[in-house]
């Protein structure tokens, strides 16, 4: 017998824990238009929620993103609030350039919080692995708007490289996790969006 657990997708925000953090556009539109709004996002993201929380990884596809972060603040309706305001400040620069009107985004983001370090392995791996479970790519290690190719190189960068890097045991580790991608990795437990 199997006991169906509700999932809690809206949990408080708390200094030290691990969130999977999800958003996706309203209805079938798009959040990117072209490669400017995937920088624009990020920097949007940088200003609003670089200082709140500390980042992981991310994916960032057409119409929706996901992000493994840890806040640092211990303050749930500050870090809820810079999540509103990133997400009208970023809407805005779209609907003015798309010459749309109304919400961008839907309008309650969904988290999940991880919380064991095999976990967070594996969310990491989801995240990237993204682009080749929407068909976007065959091969998610090439996909542009993701943290991969920043997470290996050597490159300045505010995610927090040398810790995702020790979950894997390391860069080389981490790009043989990552090589060994199949569609078992968007299983239930990861499962947080709407398809």
């Known amino acids: ?3 169906n657990k509700k999932i809690d997708y809206h949990p408080n925000f708390y200094a030290g824990n691990y ?12 959040l990117f238009f072209n490669k400017e709004n995937y920088k624009h996002f990020l920097r949007r ?3 609003y929620l670089g200082d709140k929380l500390k980042t992981y990884s991310f994916c960032l596809l057409p119409n929706h993103f996901h992000m493994l972060v840890s806040p640092i603040l211990n303050d ?3 870090i809820t609030e810079q999540f509103r305001k ?5 809407s805005l620069s779209i609907n003015f350039q798309q010459k749309r009107k109304g919400n ?3 309008s309650n ?4 919080i991880i919380d064991d370090e095999s976990y967070l392995i594996q969310a990491v791996n989801y995240i990237h692995a993204n682009p080749m479970h929407h068909n976007i790519m065959n091969d998610f290690k090439n996909y542009k708007y993701s943290s991969y190719k920043k997470l290996i190189s050597n490159n300045i960068t505010r995610l927090k490289r040398a810790e995702v890097l020790s979950w894997f045991n390391g860069r080389d580790n981490f790009i043989e996790y990552h090589s060994k991608t199949r569609n ?9 969006e709407d398809d």
């Open 104 to 106: 961008l985004f839907q």
């Open 45 to 47: 993201y940088s200003y």
């Open 1 to 3: 017998m199997s006991i």
């Open 109 to 112: 983001f969904k988290r999940k």
């Open 76 to 78: 749930s309706e500050v």
């Open 184 to 192: 078992n990795v968007f299983t239930e437990s990861f499962a947080i």
């Open 19 to 30: 969130y999977h953090v999800y958003n996706r556009a309203v209805g079938k539109d798009k």
């Open 86 to 90: 990133f997400f009208i400040s970023y």
